[in-house]
């Protein structure tokens, strides 16, 4: 089975600086996805960045950027940069195909002015 | 980008009543998943509905759950009788072939007294 382990349960960092939120999953799977999912106070699952297992290259989206390490079945989410508004908790995720989603028990982000 | 919505936007009912939690999707997609979150823990695959039928389903969607799609593009997650335990966030999710990705509905707010 599936299973997706963050192990930081709260992170802060200061506002302007970068932080690395750490992710982990165990798959035996060679075609999959993994995902980093904001949520903020409003409950709702913003989808933040996503990395295809097939593609070396890590993938970046503006401030947001990861560090997939396919071997170690590593997948950290660095945030450069820290805005106020990035406060949230986030949630790293599996899936495979058209599977569902294997969700992490997320890590509580506090930004600090 | 696909759009989902749900509603209600928050639900409160008795323990022991029926409650039914509409998702609809903007356009018309063949994958469906309904996803639950307890309030502080991770989010849970629930099932996943294709093609009109229960595709997959995990150890929570027991007998007092069932889904549908009653007029072709509305879904819904029915739960006959209500527990204390059933209060959580439930969260829609339609896969999209051409974005190869998930999109998750703003969630429902269900609360149980």
């Known amino acids: 089975a599936q299973t997706v382990t963050q192990s930081q349960p709260e992170m802060s960092v200061q506002e302007a600086e970068t932080v690395t939120l750490s992710c982990t999953y165990d798959t035996s799977e060679s075609d999959y996805y993994l995902f980093w999912y904001k949520q903020p106070p409003s409950r709702q699952m913003i989808l933040v960045i996503r990395?295809?297992?097939?593609?070396?290259q890590n993938a970046t989206e503006n401030r947001f950027s990861v560090n997939f390490q396919k071997a170690a079945k590593s997948f950290s989410l660095k945030i450069s940069d820290s805005q106020l508004g990035d406060a949230a908790m986030y949630f790293c995720?599996?899936?495979?195909?058209?599977?569902?989603?294997?969700f992490g028990a997320g890590t509580r982000l506090t930004v600090k002015p | 980008e696909p759009e989902v919505t749900q509603t209600p936007s928050h639900q409160v009912t008795q323990m022991g009543q029926e409650v039914i939690l509409r998702c609809v999707p903007i356009s018309n997609h063949l994958y469906f998943y309904w996803y639950r979150q307890i309030l502080g823990q991770k989010v849970e695959f629930l099932v996943s509905?294709?093609?009109?039928?229960?595709?997959?389903k995990s150890e929570i969607f027991d007998d007092q759950f069932s889904v549908e799609r009653p007029d072709g593009s509305n879904f819904t997650l029915k739960i006959r009788s209500t527990k204390l335990e059933d209060s959580a966030m439930y969260f829609c999710a339609i896969h999209t072939i051409s974005y190869n990705e998930q999109f998750f509905g703003p969630g429902t707010r269900l609360t149980v007294l």
């Open positions: 995720a599996y899936r495979s195909a058209y599977d569902d989603m294997r």
């Open positions: 990395q295809e297992a097939y593609k070396q």
């Open positions: 509905f294709y093609n009109n039928e229960i595709s997959e």
